[in-house]
């Protein structure tokens, strides 16, 4: 029955793959908080309108990937693709502008409809951060260590590179843009139809295609870096520079766009080999037109996104859930003795697992099962005589314990 399978592109996240997205998650907003940023989470949908301003009519998301819908009540609505419109969206509409600088972080599902492959969904979800209100090339220094080192953190810092460019500001973009037109308008039959029509649109977009052919075109079109006005080289130097100083590895790569209007300076991107051919694992960059685009004051705004999909994939091992204590009654006339137990235990901060039926072995199997650390075994005899067995069912080895000094012995479980 086809409206019982999951929707093609997204997924169950089950216990194991959720300990590894939470792995990710916790351990980026641990080092995000340690930046000083704020957690944030804007609606997952939101007007259509804001991702079309922010992302631009002519980008492969709103041709393309999103979902959009008639709401009942008329309104047009898309299922984010992304987090930064929303958080622009907020800036703006709350009022936020009065407070900058701004550090926010958020998490969470995005929706694009694209061909789903490995590492590539239609629901996935996305660690980001965004830095508002601040125009210095100490920004872009500040998100991309703060980048490595979540990376570093997850233990993927050694096969992921950092790989970044500079998309100068107007003045140098307007001078590459046409020189780049001028170069690919020449071998235009040569390109893909995508390209074509990207070519009339945002040629800029064009360096960005994964097409073979398009690949061979662009290997001699003309640099950015040759066109930046000396105020972007000295901007893009300054960064670089910086990651210098902190001793952060990256490769400088020409190709690197993104193709909307209002991205400017750094671009940046976590790619690895690892993955297959989704190899970005967190994409960036510095976004100082977006929010006077979308209505707000002229605000400067840096920042990135990671796919946890992508990260979970790459990361070795998620810590494992915490080992649960077992309480095994034998016979049923401990049962209630057991669950009462068992529920102290969890008040008192222990992880307590219980059986819910079955004779000893049976429950000793379950215990196993759960990688149980201990097993608290209470009879009725022992209730009477207000003991419990508690074995360590790593070394086998088992004492008699009397109830009353119960918390103190498992306090080291905790
Ligand atoms: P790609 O080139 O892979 O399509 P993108 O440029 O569309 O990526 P961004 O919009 O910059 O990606 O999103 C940031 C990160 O989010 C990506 O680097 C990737 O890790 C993740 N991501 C993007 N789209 C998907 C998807 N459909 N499924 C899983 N992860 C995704
Ligand atoms: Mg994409």
Known sequence: MRSLQPVRGTHDILPEQSLRHRHVTE???????????????????????????TLGDASDIVTKEMYTFESRSGEEITLRPEGTAGIVRALISGGLGQNLPLKFFYQGPMFRHERPQKGRLRQFHQFGVELLGVGAPLGDIEVIAMAAQILDALGVGESTTLEINSLGDPQSRKAYRDVLLGYL???????????????????LRVLDSKDEGDKRVLADAPLFSDYL?????????????????????????PKLVRGLDYYCHTAFEFTTEALGAQGTVLAGGRYDGLVSAMGGAETPGVGWAAGIERLAMLIADAPGAQRPIAVVPVGGGAETAAFNLAQELRRDGFTVDIGYGGNLSRRMKRANKLRARLAVILGEDEIRAGTVTVRDLDTGEQEEVALRGLRDHLAPWR
């Open 27 to 53: 351990t980026a907003r641990t080092i995000a908080g340690q930046y000083g940023y704020a957690e944030v989470a804007t609606p997952i949908f939101e007007f259509t309108e804001v991702f079309k301003r």
């Open 185 to 203: 308008s020449d071998l235009k039959d040569k390109l893909s139809e995508d390209s074509r029509n990207r070519l009339a649109v945002n040629p």
């Open 229 to 253: 006005t000396g105020e972007a080289a000295e901007f893009f130097s300054a960064v670089t520079a910086g990651l210098d100083e902190l001793g952060i590895a990256y490769a400088l790569n």
